[in-house]
């Protein structure tokens, strides 16, 4: 009846720096696949995938380009504060971190107020009190998706694996259950500027599963937006945003 298993911070290191731009999607990929590597596959899929805890900056002052914790003093971090457009911004980047923390296998673990937008430097400044009716109307919402897609979703929760990198912007991740047919596929676009995909199935050839046979389904729709991708001969072909992600499902 519990749990064992390792906080994932080197997932976090990853995600953090991929989505301000101190690495690509490339570098990403290589951070994710040596993670799976190192350890057996019933202990990768428990790993805890964190953005915050008590311990470390708050994802969301981290993605909105706040200093590294050990570079400044206390009293820096207690006055920090991000301009309003950087702050944006990291709400922006932290709806893709949950995006990945819910495509990837292992154990989403929320940092309690990270789905209202709570920021912070590293503890103390980490532990506010939770912002009863004051949060982030946008950053609740699509937490509130994310995560209910994740807990009725088989293939997220325990499906087959593909990923990688299709641009220095762009990275996706594949989920499915051959026996179900039920599919799910994260783009993430971190760059700030609109960027067109085309990928199939095996322009994914890494993950635990980057050599099983799969074709994306035809029935997908992102479950943020309702949009449904362009499919043609296999190859799936959309245009994603600034900024965003697109988390594809197969509808049922």
């Not at 911070?9 to 101190?22: D, H, I, N």
């Not at 040596?34 to 964190?50: G, M, S």
Request: charged fraction near 20%; aromatic fraction near 8%; hydrophobic fraction near 40%.
């Amino acid at each position: 009846d519990e749990l064992d298993s390792a906080m994932n911070y080197p997932f976090m290191e990853a995600a953090v720096a991929f989505l301000t731009g101190r690495s690509d999607a490339y570098a990403l990929d290589h951070a994710l696949q040596t993670l799976r590597e190192h350890y057996p596959k019933p202990f990768y899929e428990a790993c805890l995938n964190l953005i915050s805890s008590h311990d470390i900056i708050r994802a969301a002052t981290a993605l909105s380009g706040a200093p590294d914790r050990n570079s400044v003093s206390r009293k820096l971090q207690a006055a920090y504060q991000p301009t309003e457009q950087d702050q944006q911004k990291g709400y922006f980047r932290l709806i893709l971190a949950a995006a990945l923390q819910m495509a990837l296998p292992g154990v989403p673990s929320v940092y309690y107020g990270d789905e209202a937008g709570m920021t912070g430097m590293s503890d103390p400044f980490n532990r506010a009190t939770y912002p009863w009716g004051s949060e982030n109307e946008a950053v609740f919402s699509a937490y509130t998706a994310l995560m209910r897609a994740r807990a009725g979703s088989g293939a997220l929760k325990r499906g087959l694996c593909r990923m990688g990198a299709l641009s220095p912007e762009l990275y996706a991740v594949l989920r499915w259950l051959p026996e179900s047919g039920e599919q799910a596929l994260l783009l993430i676009n971190r760059s700030e500027r609109a960027q067109q995909a085309a990928l199939r199935p095996d322009d994914l050839p890494q993950g635990a599963d980057g050599e099983t046979p799969v074709e994306f389904s035809d029935t997908f729709s992102d479950l943020l937006t309702g949009e449904t991708p362009r499919i043609t001969n296999g190859e799936l072909v959309t245009k994603l945003p600034p900024l965003t992600a697109r988390l594809y499902r197969t509808m049922k």
